[in-house]
C-alpha cells in the first residue's frame, strides 16, 4: 500500500486544480497558479496572478494541515523578469517572520499565454523552517537559505561578494564566489560539501561558462562519479547583466555517506552521477529519453526518460510510491500531452502520484531533447 498522500484544492471545473502530495512529512506542490479558485479565470494583469498564486498557496496548505513556516524553498516561476518585484508585498504577507522564512529561487521563461505567474514548493509538515544568512551581505527579505528538519535548501545564489556587492567580471572568479557563498550557506546550517545532495547552475552563457563550471566542480567534488546530482541551465533572464552564475543547491544533514548513481544505457553526465542520495533522500539530475546516446521521436523520449526514473528509483532502493515531486521540462508546452501519456502509464492512479511541474526551459539548446525528468524523493 502507498504512502504517498495526495492532497488537492478544485479550481472552477477542475476538481484536483491545485495538488499537494506528502510522503512521512515530507511534501511537495505541484503547480500552483493564479486562478480564481471559483471560477478558474485567470486574471490578465501579473500583479494579480502573483497575488492569487500565493493566496492559492496558502490555502492548499491548509488543506493540508501545513502552514508557511513549514516551507523549506518556494520556486517562483515569472514570465518577466521585471515582475519580480511585483512578489514583494505577497512574500512578506505570506512569511512574516523574517527568522522563519524559506529560501526562494525566481525562474523566468517562456510560459504558456496569458500566465505570468507559477509557484511550487518543498516543505516538512510539523517543521518550523530557520532563515540562514551569509555573513556579511546585507539584510534581504529573502533569505541565502533555509532549514527544515535535515534538509537544508538555498536561496538563488550569485557571484556577488556579500561584503561590497560586486560581481566579478572575470567569469572564473564569480563562478567561485557563488560556490563561496553556498559554502558559506552550509556552514551557517552546520552542513558541508558531502551533505549535498542537488546543485542547479543556472547560466548566462551555458556553452562558454560551463567549462569553467566543469574546472571549478572537481576542485569542490573531487571524486569524478561521487558527487551531488547537478543541472546547468541556459538561463536567458540572466542576458545584459554582469550576473554571469546563480547557484540553488539542496543538502541533506546527518545521513551518512552520499550515494551516487549512473544509468547503464545512458551516456555519461558531465559530472558522472545521474542521482545522488542521502539517508532514504534521493534528488536527479536530468533524465532524458537517451538510450545508447540516441535521441529519437517525443514518444520514444517520453517513455525511455519514464523508464530511467524507474531505474533509478530501483538503484536507490525504492519504489515509484516514493517519488515526490518531477520537474518535467520540455522544449514545447505543444509535447505535454504525449509526455503527460507516458505519466499516467507510470502513475496509473491519479489519486496516488508525485506532484509535478512542467516548464518549456532549460532544455540544452545545442541537442534535439524535447523532454527531461528532474526527480525527487524520499524512501
Excluded at 512521512?24 to 478558474?40: I, N, Q
Excluded at 543547491?249 to 544509468?263: E, I, K, M, S, Y
Excluded at 525511455?304 to 536507490?316: C, D, I, K, S, T
Excluded at 519504489?319 to 503527460?340: C, F, K, S
Aim: charged share 20%.
Amino acid at each position: 500500500m502507498s504512502r504517498r498522500r495526495v492532497i488537492t484544492v478544485p479550481v472552477g471545473e477542475d476538481p484536483a486544480g491545485l495538488q499537494l502530495v506528502e510522503r512521512d512529512r515530507l511534501f511537495f506542490s505541484s503547480t500552483v497558479d493564479g486562478r480564481d479558485l471559483v471560477t478558474g479565470r485567470l486574471s490578465a494583469e501579473p500583479a494579480a496572478q502573483v497575488e492569487t498564486a500565493f493566496q492559492n498557496l496558502q490555502t492548499l496548505l491548509e488543506r493540508a494541515s501545513a502552514s508557511p513556516a513549514n516551507l523549506g524553498l518556494v520556486t517562483v516561476c515569472l514570465a518577466q523578469p521585471e515582475h519580480e518585484r511585483l512578489l514583494d508585498g505577497p512574500w512578506k504577507r505570506l512569511f512574516p517572520d523574517e527568522g522563519r522564512r524559506p529560501a526562494r529561487k525566481v525562474n523566468c521563461y517562456r510560459m504558456r499565454p496569458g500566465v505570468h505567474a507559477q509557484v511550487y514548493v518543498v516543505g516538512m509538515l510539523g517543521e518550523p523552517a530557520a532563515s540562514f544568512e551569509i555573513p556579511g551581505a546585507p539584510s534581504s527579505d529573502v533569505p541565502g537559505g533555509a532549514g527544515l528538519g535535515p534538509l537544508v535548501f538555498s536561496s538563488a545564489l550569485a557571484g556577488r561578494d556579500p561584503r561590497s556587492g560586486a560581481e566579478p567580471a572575470d567569469p572564473e572568479a564569480q563562478i567561485r564566489q557563488a560556490f563561496s557563498n553556498l559554502a558559506a550557506i552550509l556552514k551557517a546550517a552546520d552542513a558541508t560539501w558531502d551533505d549535498v545532495i542537488h546543485v542547479y547552475a543556472f547560466l548566462q552563457d551555458r556553452p562558454q561558462r560551463q567549462p569553467i563550471l566543469d574546472k571549478v566542480w572537481p576542485e569542490i567534488f573531487p571524486e569524478w562519479g561521487q558527487c551531488p546530482a547537478r543541472k546547468a541551465v541556459q538561463y536567458d533572464a540572466l542576458n545584459g547583466g554582469s550576473q554571469l552564475v546563480q547557484l540553488q543547491a539542496v543538502a541533506v544533514r546527518g545521513q551518512g555517506q552520499r550515494r551516487d548513481f549512473t544509468l547503464p544505457n545512458v551516456p555519461v553526465h558531465d559530472t558522472g552521477t545521474m542521482g545522488a542520495a542521502l539517508g532514504r533522500y534521493l534528488w536527479s539530475s536530468g533524465l532524458a529519453g537517451n538510450p545508447a546516446g540516441r535521441l529519437g521521436t517525443l514518444e520514444e523520449q517520453a517513455e525511455w526518460a519514464f523508464r530511467h526514473l524507474g531505474v533509478l528509483v530501483e538503484q536507490a532502493g525504492g519504489l515509484l510510491d516514493g517519488v515526490g515531486q518531477v520537474t518535467i521540462l520540455v522544449r514545447d508546452y505543444a509535447d505535454e500531452p504525449t509526455i503527460m501519456e507516458r505519466w499516467r502509464a507510470t502513475f496509473p492512479d491519479a489519486a496516488d502520484e508525485p506532484a509535478h511541474h512542467v516548464a518549456a526551459f532549460g532544455l540544452n539548446p545545442l541537442n534535439t531533447e524535447r523532454v527531461q525528468l528532474h526527480v525527487a524523493a524520499a524512501f
